[in-house]
């Protein structure tokens, strides 16, 4: 069955950036993959044990499980998440938009499937608490979102091809092997231990850190709907679903729109009623920086 049904208003979650080049992540086997031809002439990969599985880091709660997260279907996941070859163009792979450099987010680029202003590639850090996904949080489960998503975006909607990828749909099942290894790679793309978290329960803290926490929880008002731990509610406000704060200092571009080029600029878009003084938006950028 083909399950790369198009959905209009959720593919806007991530515009085309065909152009650009992907940034791939480092995927360490403990053995290169061997590839033999049988009597037949015919080629197979025999393929090394894959790393364990990525440990939730510090400051994040334990997630929920979540079925075919495994260190197979992670090891192919991130094969495939940088493979630009799997597009259409040849050009485009899912790090492409995704960058793990920034945070596996990106920058906008132009107004996609039909909606009336561009979106900022969102970034794909602790998705494995989430339940809804696209920018208007309407897809779940996230194997349903992928396989639209790559369809639309790269073309994809077969198993790939060649010896490699053929010994890891072997080995986790079959023709939409793809879909359940891109899946477990992006739930184990975590955004965690950060220097907020090192510092949080520390006797003493910088003063600017402390105050602008006090700020995020109290007269901002922040903590509303980016609440901790995940400083994010995953809920959906005017429209679009409240990116978590998380790893936020590393994104290119902030907000649904990418209109705000750093922190600051969005705290000026999100704060002109709350009157802060010159320190307290200082500290407050420093509050979300650490994390």
Known sequence: MRRCALLLLVLAACPKHSEQ???EPRVKHDAAPVIAADAAGSSAATLPPAPPLPEVPPGLPQPPPHDGVTPDAVAFGALLFADTSLSHTGKTACATCHDPAHGFSG??????????EPLRTPALVNLAWVRGFGWDGKTSPLENFIAAHAGHELGLDVAPGGPLYAAYAAKLGGEHSWITALTAYV????AGDSTWDRLERAPSR???LDDG???FVGKAGCAHCHAPPLYTDASVHDGYRTPSMRGVAVRPALLHDGSAPDIAAAIDHHGPALRLSTAEKSALVAFVQAL
Do not use: E, I, Q
């Open 21 to 23: 080049k992907p940034v």
């Open 107 to 116: 920058r906008v680029d132009t107004a996609d499937s039909g909606t009336k």
């Open 187 to 190: 739930l184990t793309r975590y």
């Open 206 to 208: 910088p003063k600017d």
């Open 213 to 215: 926490y006090k700020l």
